[in-house]
């Protein structure tokens, strides 16, 4: 099983977003951070599945192709994720929550605050909930995209903003 770190989001310096100003080329950036699984309902079984997620996502989202977009996802996964998501890091994980532990990493050791204004995550699992409250901390608007039945609350209520999928949305074409 797969163990977080205990490593807290920290920016480089002690002071708060809100006290010291980005560079001009680091201002108004947006991660994005794709639990593929946690949309598609399970394990990405095929192309066409990690097709309809990146369909959807896009037509939420706006993707943009100067954006960076990471996409956690099962080691099992990766082989029908890579050919659509090519233009994305992959990161992949093993275990029960793998996608999330990568995605997690990710969040805590890179600095993001420091880097970027907003962030996007794409999950409604409460395992990122401490990680997405202690970004609002410093200054980053972070936004959830997530099915309506599969937010948790606590991490609703650490986000700056929620995004749900409607029922008609659900995945219909990819499924194994």
């Known amino acids: 099983m797969n163990k977080m770190r205990t490593q807290k989001v920290q920016p480089a310096e002690t002071a708060t977003n809100e006290n010291r100003e980005r560079p001009p080329s680091l201002r108004g950036r947006r991660l994005i951070l794709i639990d593929i699984e946690n949309i598609s309902g399970g ?18 989202l706006g993707l943009r192709r100067q954006e960076q977009v990471i996409v956690g996802v099962s080691k099992a ?9 090519t233009s994305a890091r ?31 995550l794409v999950s409604g699992d409460g395992i ?3 990680t997405v409250a202690t970004l609002g901390r410093y200054g980053v608007k972070v936004t959830v995209v997530a099915h309506r039945t599969s937010l948790a609350k606590r991490l ?21």
């Open 43 to 60: 394990a990405i079984r095929s192309l066409a599945e990690a097709r309809w997620v990146h369909r959807i996502l896009d037509s939420t």
């Open 90 to 120: 992959l990161v992949v994980g093993t275990g029960v929550n793998g996608a999330d532990h990568a995605l997690l990493d990710v969040l805590n050791n890179e600095n993001i605050a420091d880097r970027f204004d907003e962030v996007v």
């Open 77 to 85: 996964g990766a082989i029908h994720t890579w050919p659509e998501w």
């Open 156 to 176: 609703q209520m650490a986000a700056s903003q929620a995004v749900t999928f409607t029922p008609h949305q659900i995945n219909l074409e990819g499924a194994a």
């Open 128 to 130: 990122f909930t401490e």
